[in-house]
């Protein structure tokens, strides 16, 4: 083993090089939605309790403790909140959110689901760059599989719980990576930035309680529940804890995508 790899924690991208790592059935087979059914038989707060026990931060850049975000939400009022997936990826030289979504896009749907049951959200949206077609495409049909295998739905698993998943593609403003720019062009609008307060938590998508989370936050979601936060804290650092997705580019000898510890 080369030295490089030994410092390598292979979670979301486990399976990348297998054959038709994209499709549910391949999912499935590396232990898919298994964190779905442990995050069912738990209580949502305890769900929220467990992603703040784990340390996850935002994995978007500002490093925004996941959970804490969750909890910013007011109590329910019996009106909607909503799930964003920010997967405007634009950052010169990053690609770690896009090739997740062309390999293995089931973990971000799956992370999707235990996210939205978390915070209690019956309409989640993933909203992509318009440009990288064949990942809109890809990400469709994962969200395909996922509705007719019924993860996705009214009473999802038998539990009650119903959730739709919109995925829209934007028309490639750069400014819509920012959150509440991105809103604006999700509700239509001309994708600008606005006034804080008040915050998306409280007033967000549609004036309502709205979560947004980078990609591979939501996608680390499913394997914490899983494995628990004391796997996910025996990685990275005290105050990093976990591990990412990095993008090696430029004049480099091995470039790539490549999974360690924080």
């Known amino acids: 083993m080369t030295e490089y790899n030994t410092v390598l924690a292979p979670v979301l991208s486990a399976f990348w ?11 499935l087979k590396n232990g898919g939605y298994e964190g779905l059914k442990k995050a069912f038989a738990q209580k ?10 784990s340390g996850l931060r935002g994995r978007g850049g500002a490093g925004f403790p996941t959970g804490m975000k969750w909890g910013f939400l007011p109590p329910a009022d019996g009106g909607p909140r909503y799930l964003v997936v920010n997967a405007d990826e634009s950052e010169p030289g990053t690609c770690k959110d896009i090739p997740l979504m062309m ?14 049951y978390a915070i209690g ?44 998943v919109t995925v829209h593609a934007g028309a490639g403003a750069y400014i819509c990576g920012e959150e509440t720019a991105l809103l604006d062009s999700l509700e239509g609008r001309r ?15 549609y004036a309502r309680p709205t979560v947004v989370n980078n990609v591979e936050s939501v996608a680390s ?29 430029g004049h480099v000898t091995r470039p790539g995508q490549y ?4």
């Not at 390999?103 to 939205?116: D, H, K, M, N, R």
């Not at 994708?191 to 998508?205: D, M």
């Open 17 to 27: 090089d297998q054959p038709n790592s994209w499709t549910l059935e391949t999912y």
């Open 44 to 53: 949502p707060e305890d769900l929220i309790q467990t992603i703040k026990d």
């Open 103 to 116: 390999a293995a896009p089931q973990f971000l749907v799956e992370g999707v689901i235990i996210t939205s």
């Open 121 to 164: 959200s019956n309409h989640a949206f993933i909203y992509l760059r318009g440009e990288v077609v064949h990942v809109y495409r890809r990400l469709l049909r994962a969200v395909e599989e996922a509705y007719a295998a019924g993860y996705l739905g009214k009473n999802i698993q038998g539990t009650g719980f119903d959730l739709d």
């Open 191 to 205: 994708g600008q930035p606005r006034l804080k307060p008040p915050f998306p938590a409280t007033a967000g998508l």
């Open 221 to 249: 979601v499913p394997q914490i529940i899983n494995r628990g936060a004391d796997w996910f804290t025996s990685m990275g650092t005290e105050r990093s804890s976990g591990n990412g997705l990095f993008s090696l580019s």
């Open 259 to 262: 999974e360690a510890p924080l």
